[in-house]
Each structure stands twice: as C-alpha cells, then as structure tokens.
C-alpha cells in the first residue's frame, strides 16, 4: 500500500469480509483476533483483484515504504528538501540506503533514484498540463539547479521539451498513485 486510497481500499476489504482489526496502515494490518488460514488466502484473492498482494516480508515492505515516502514528498507541490532522498530514506525506515537501493531496484526494476526522477517528472507534466507554474518554477519547486537540466531530463523521458509538453493537445500522464504501484 502506497497512498491513504490504497489503506481505505483495503479497509473496505475487510469491512466486507466482516474481519476484525485495529489498524490498517501501510504495509500492514493490525488485526484483533485470529486470522484463519482460509480467510487469508480470501483476503489475498481480494487484494489481487484490487491490484495488492500481501507483503510476504519485511523487505517488501521497505519497498513500498521507500514509493509511499517519495510520494508523500509531492503532497505539499513543492520539494524542498534540506537532506539528501537517501538521508531521509534511511532515517525514516531505520534500514542502510544501499540496502534500501538494493532492494528497491531488485524488486521494481529501476533505482530509487529513476523513481524519485518519474515521479518530478509526473508532477512536471501535472503541473504543465494545469498551467499551475512556468517551467522556472516548476524546475525550482522540483529541485533543479538549473532549468536546462530540467528540460533535458524532462525530455529524455518524455521524448518532449517541457514547451513542446505545454503546447500538445495529447497530455500523456500517469498518476502518482500508480507509479507507486508499480
């Protein structure tokens, strides 16, 4: 789970089933009584349907832990970070970056830090679709030192300039969400 949507999907899974719990929080449910065998494998299946799985272990969780932390950066449109991602990272999961990055990229096919690039990216495309920012500003509130490393990135991605973006008719985006699901 990466969002507060993904936590409420879940819940209302459980709210059907009629199962008891305290707490559903990212990766993990806190449940108040014994859950059967038979009832995890129907939670499982329900989950799947949603597009979750069960986190079989810890290490999965410190991957979707890492996606909901990169996530959660954007929720203020703005990112500006005083630490390095790896710093913060680390801190907050209490678990070694290269371990992290390891992890990450074995798990999701891509570094923490391609990531943490298609998610500004995302938001760059959000914002240039809304008409939110100009592209300085979008730049600065990514965290780009200078405008042109920007559009280059913006471009190499996307196969357009942040301009040419602004200027179609056909704005291909992704929602943050489901980068996180991926």
Aim: with cysteine; charged share 25%.
């Amino acid at each position: 789970m990466v969002c507060p949507r993904c936590i409420m999907a879940v819940e209302a899974v459980l709210n059907d089933m009629e199962v008891s719990y305290s707490q559903v929080r990212l990766g993990a449910v806190e449940f108040t009584q014994e859950f059967p065998p038979s009832r995890i494998k129907q939670f499982e299946k329900k989950l799947l349907e949603l597009g979750f799985s069960i986190a079989k272990s810890r290490e999965l969780v410190w991957v979707e832990t890492v996606k909901f932390s990169l996530i959660q950066l954007f929720e203020n449109e703005s990112l500006e970070l005083n630490v390095p991602i790896s710093v913060l990272l680390s801190e907050k999961i209490n678990v070694d970056y290269s371990r992290l990055s390891q992890l990450f990229s074995n798990s999701q096919g891509k570094t923490i830090e391609q990531y943490f690039i298609d998610l500004k990216i995302e938001k760059a495309k959000e914002w240039l679709s809304l008409e939110m920012f100009n592209i300085s500003q979008i730049a600065w509130k990514l965290g780009y030192g200078s405008v042109q490393y920007f559009s280059a990135q913006f471009k190499k991605i996307t196969g357009q300039t942040p301009s040419d973006y602004k200027k179609s008719s056909k704005k291909d985006r992704k929602s943050l969400d489901s980068l996180g699901k991926q």
